[in-house]
């Protein structure tokens, strides 16, 4: 049962990057709202060596960086760092892991009530299964207690079978019902936004679908180059990186049927029901490219294959553009595009709903069909083109958009994605995350085609850095 009255908070990996610039500055925005629990302590492990002390520096640190400088009061602040502990073990050993939650237990022990526990590993995928059994073997973990739970970062995996070893893994310690996989991309405030705008609002319903829809495009753009991550993407590539998770999930929340009620297993279930439509990629319906040497965000950039710890005969996707289909009575015939780069011209997230042109147009004037963009990041908005009549003589059309901006409608700052997700599994609400067998079925869309791709049996089209990506992408 989760108690939200004490919670425990235990980050495994907790001197990395994503602990110290997303999770604990997202942890410390929640305290300064009074959104956590009234008993509440974080615990971190890693490997590296280092005091309580230096530990709370080090995150002290990194907060003045990560966090808006409105937030930053030294009374909270200090107050924060004190729910803070630090403690250096290996993942692979028991001992470790056993002397580690001794220590959480003199912690928490003044609480007035038990503390639910949640793990989050912020770790490698490499010492993944090590760090699970050590939770099973000291027995911190009981399967199917919900008082204890674990938020799991990407990659779920690098294949099917890779993604069910995974989860094979993860269930010889924990049921199904106490693990939370997060994709941050869930969590930001446009794509939480699907939902609601579809379902809230009567006028999107009769039309969104083949009749009315002519394409739905997903797409991922970033001006920066891999710079440090050569050697992690190399073996991935944006496919993997960036398509089958993120652009995914937002395809699977445009093209679900309206759930039951507003509830994580009825939204899970839906989502799930969108997945499985899909049908596996062909690479007739894939264009690949790769960043050569040219000028991103005003600087020089190199070629892919001279970045850092990437070969110099790498063949590895930095761009893709997926042209998939749903087979059900709703999608039938109507394309999805997925499409993410490397190198671009910008840095943006959006989803496009192209409609169908009126039939039988009776204006001699030329405009375009409706158009609806949905803006995720950097600005959440939204932006619907109609058709409208120039002011003056004559019968002057002219295609303007409605223009609605998160921050200027609401006045408020979006919160962080971190901060919804952590408090949503602080809680015990898995709506925002991703089940087992949706996972299984994204990856049996990609798998297919990644093994060729990663056999070589793909073609790689080039384009120079800070443009909009390889010209053959527009074939599909």
Known sequence: MINNESS??????????????????????????????HNFVISGYSRTSMSNNEYRKLVKDNLKNNIDETLWVEGFLQEFLNTIHYYSGEYNSVEDFIEFHKVLDSISKNFPSQPNVLYYLSIP?????PVINSLRECGAVTKGDLSTSVIVEKPFGYDTESAQALGKTLDQTFDESQVYRIDH?????????????????LIFEPVWNRNYIDSVTVAWEEDKNIGSRGGYFDGAGI?????????????ALVAMEKPSSYDSESIMSE????VKSIEKITLENCILGQYTHGVCAGKPVVGYIDEESVPSDSKRETFAKIKCAINNYRWSGV???????????KSTTEIIIQFKEVPGDIFLSPHHPNKMVIEVQPDAGLKFFITNKVPGKGMVLKDVALDFSYVDGFNKTMPGAYERLLLDAIQGDKTLFIGYEELIHSWEIFTPILEKIDSGKADVFYYHAGTYGPEEANRI
């Open 271 to 274: 989502k799930n029901k969108a």
């Open 185 to 201: 991309y869930l969590g930001k405030e446009a794509i939480m936004n699907l939902m609601v705008m579809r379902f809230a609002n």
């Open 239 to 251: 496919i993997r990186d960036v398509i089958q998770n993120h652009l995914l999930q937002i395809l």
């Open 125 to 129: 995928p490499s010492v993944f299964e």
């Open 8 to 37: 425990s908070i235990v980050i495994l990996g907790a001197s990395g990057n994503l602990a110290l610039t997303k999770l604990l500055p997202s942890l410390y925005i929640l305290f300064t709202s009074g959104a956590l629990p």
């Open 335 to 345: 394309p999805f595009y997925l499409q993410a780069g490397k190198a671009l011209t």
